[in-house]
């Protein structure tokens, strides 16, 4: 059975820091795609960046570029995503998701057909 | 950036009726359209890709439609299990992949 587990969500002060896991279990995490969606309090999904196997490509929706880093330990069989320079507007729960490419689209893209449980980051004074 | 717009914002059907879910795209996405079903407290569940491809395990009361910039996820014979908030999400032109804000199903 496949398991994400988000870790390390919590407060943190506008223009702050924090690293966020994701572990997984049940299928072979080098061979997949992984990404990160965030969803505000009350508020919708939002796609924040994507990850190839092996970590030679990498996307970011444009409001994260340059702040947040997105990487993979297939080791370890785990996701991060470190996040500087925190903004208010960054507050929401961040899931872990496997990304399903759908070879009929193309271009590479395709869902999301496991996600964690999500983790929440809270950005305030 | 496709924008993707999903109406009506709340649906509230009585048991047993059928519901009809809109999704629409700002340009053409082709069939490169997911449908997710969020229930209170929970992530997400992918329900369809494809437009109307069924994810494993989802049941047939759920079926999708559309190719272009309409599409319609329907209901089948709702149950109170299936009140939730319903997104769509193109991956026809990515990065960004880009969800709809959202429908939230109300059994009466």
């Known amino acids: 059975e496949v398991h994400l587990v988000e870790s390390g969500g919590g407060l943190v002060q506008p223009g702050g820091s924090v690293r966020l896991s994701c572990t997984a279990s049940?299928?072979?995490?080098?061979?997949?795609?992984m990404s990160w969606v965030r969803q505000a309090p009350g508020k919708g999904l939002e796609w924040v960046a994507n990850i190839k196997q092996d970590g030679s490509e990498i996307y970011y929706v444009d409001s994260v570029k340059g702040r947040f880093t997105l990487s993979r330990d297939n080791a370890k069989n785990s996701l991060y995503l470190q996040m500087n320079s925190l903004r208010a507007e960054d507050t929401a729960v961040y899931y872990c998701a496997r990304f399903l490419r759908i070879a009929a689209a193309g271009n590479g893209g395709g869902g999301f057909d496991y996600w964690g449980q999500g983790t929440l980051v809270t950005v305030s004074s | 950036e496709i924008v993707m717009t999903q109406s009506p914002a709340t649906l509230s059907v009585s048991p047993g009726e059928r519901g009809t879910l809109s999704c629409r795209a700002s340009q053409s996405v082709s069939s490169n359209l997911a449908w997710y079903q969020q229930k209170p407290g929970q992530a997400p569940r992918l329900l369809m890709y494809g437009a109307s491809t069924r994810a494993t395990g989802v049941s047939a009361r759920f079926s999708g439609s559309g190719s272009g910039t309409e599409f319609t996820l329907t209901i089948s014979s709702l149950q109170s299990e299936d009140s939730a908030v319903y997104y769509c999400?193109?991956?026809?032109?990515?990065?960004?992949?880009?969800f709809g804000g959202g429908t939230k199903v109300e059994i009466k």
């Open positions: 999400q193109q991956y026809n032109n990515w990065p960004p992949l880009t």
């Open positions: 049940g299928f072979t995490f080098s061979t997949y795609w």
